[in-house]
Nanobody, 118 residues
Framework: QVQLVESGGGLVQAGGSLRLSCAAS????????MGWYRQAPGKQRELVAT???????NYGDSVKDRFTISRDNAKNTVYLQMNSLKPEDTAVYYC????????????WGQGTQVTVSA
C-alpha cells in the first residue's frame, strides 16, 4: 500500500517562508510526476507545482517566482519551498504522485494546513 505523508504546514506571517515535505512510503520501484495542489475554503483545488522524475517543473501562475518545488528520488520525497507568503496562499496543501510503479491511479496525501496571517 503506497501512502503519501505531508509535513511542514503551519501558521506564518505574511512575507514569511515555509517548507513542505511529502514522503511516499510502501513498496515503490518508480514514481512519475509528483506535485502539490491546494484548496482554500469555498474554492476548487488548484495546481501549485509539479515536477517530473528528471526535475522539470511547472508552476501555477499565482506562485511563480515565490515557490520552488524539488524532489529527492532516492527518498521518494517531494518538497515545496514557499517564500514571500501572502494571506491568499492560505489553504490545505495536498501532495500528489502519479504513475507509481506504473500504476495509472493518482495518489494523494491527507493534506497539510498552511495559514498566512496579514
Amino acid at each position: 500500500q503506497v501512502q503519501l505523508v505531508e509535513s511542514g504546514g503551519g501558521l506564518v506571517q505574511a512575507g514569511g517562508s515555509l517548507r513542505l515535505s511529502c514522503a511516499a512510503s510502501g513498496i515503490i520501484f518508480s514514481i512519475g510526476t509528483m506535485g502539490w495542489y491546494r484548496q482554500a475554503p469555498g474554492k476548487q483545488r488548484e495546481l501549485v507545482a509539479t515536477i517530473s522524475p528528471g526535475g522539470s517543473s511547472n508552476y501555477g501562475d499565482s506562485v511563480k517566482d515565490r515557490f520552488t518545488i524539488s524532489r529527492d528520488n532516492a527518498k521518494n520525497t517531494v518538497y515545496l519551498q514557499m517564500n514571500s507568503l501572502k494571506p491568499e496562499d492560505t489553504a490545505v496543501y495536498y501532495c500528489n504522485a502519479n504513475n507509481v510503479n506504473r500504476d495509472l491511479r493518482a495518489y494523494w496525501g491527507q493534506g497539510t494546513q498552511v495559514t498566512v496571517s496579514a
